[in-house]
Structures are given as structure tokens and as C-alpha cells.
């Protein structure tokens, strides 16, 4: 910011500048913001077996949305404890177990 701050062009070469610093400041907060994410990947502790459980816990509820089991029954049916199933979820689908039915009940 500093450096657009003190351009030491004018006219249409100062306009170019200023716009590939621009882009220099975009890019350097899209690296920040893909480096974040990375991160956020990297600490997630759901292992594959785990993310077919969870698929295959939001398979069930997407049929028996009418009247959805249990929390406890879930996990069961999808091989998971209600702990990891209730994070996992969420994590991994960015919603709640129950806010996913809820989503699937409103539409």
C-alpha cells in the first residue's frame, strides 16, 4: 500500500503501475487466504473410512427425512459414534445433522 502510496509516475504509466500493485495485493491475500484453507485440511482428523460413514449417515437421512432416526440409531446404522458423526457432519458437510433434515424438510 505503501509503494501505490508513493507512486513516482503520472499519466497512463502511473495508472499501470498503480493497477499491478493492485494485483501484486490481490495475489499476496488469495495466497494468504489458499494457505488457510490448506491448513484447515490438513488439521481435519476424518479419515476416508470416516467420510463414507458420514456419506453414507447423510444417504439415510436424505430417504427417511419424513421421520429421521435417532442420533444415536444414525450413527449406528452408519458405523460411527454419535460424537464423530456429530462433528463429522458438520465438518465435512458444513451443516448439522439436524439442519440438514430441517433444510431437507423446507424444500
Same mark, same amino acid.
Given at each position: 500500500?505503501?509503494?501505490m ?5 503520472? *499519466?497512463?504509466?502511473?495508472? @499501470?503501475? @498503480?493497477?499491478? !500493485? ?20 490438513? !488439521?481435519?482428523?476424518? !479419515? ?12 439415510? @437421512? ?7 432416526? *435417532? ?12 460424537? !464423530?458423526?456429530?462433528? *463429522? ?9 439436524? *439442519?440438514?433434515v ?6
Open positions: 500500500m505503501e509503494q502510496r508513493q507512486c513516482p509516475y503520472s *499519466g497512463a504509466l502511473r495508472n @499501470l503501475y @498503480l493497477e499491478g !500493485k493492485a494485483f501484486e495485493l490481490l495475489a499476496f491475500h488469495l495466497d494468504a487466504a489458499t494457505e488457510g484453507a490448506a491448513q484447515h485440511q490438513a !488439521k481435519s482428523k476424518l !479419515k476416508a473410512d470416516d467420510i463414507r460413514c458420514l456419506h453414507l449417515a447423510k444417504d439415510i @437421512l436424505s430417504r427417511t427425512w419424513r421421520e429421521p432416526p *435417532g442420533l444415536l440409531e444414525l450413527a449406528r446404522m452408519a458405523g460411527l459414534n454419535d460424537y !464423530k458423526l456429530k462433528l *463429522g457432519f458438520k465438518e465435512l458437510f458444513g451443516t448439522t445433522v439436524f *439442519g440438514y430441517r433444510a431437507l424438510r423446507m424444500n
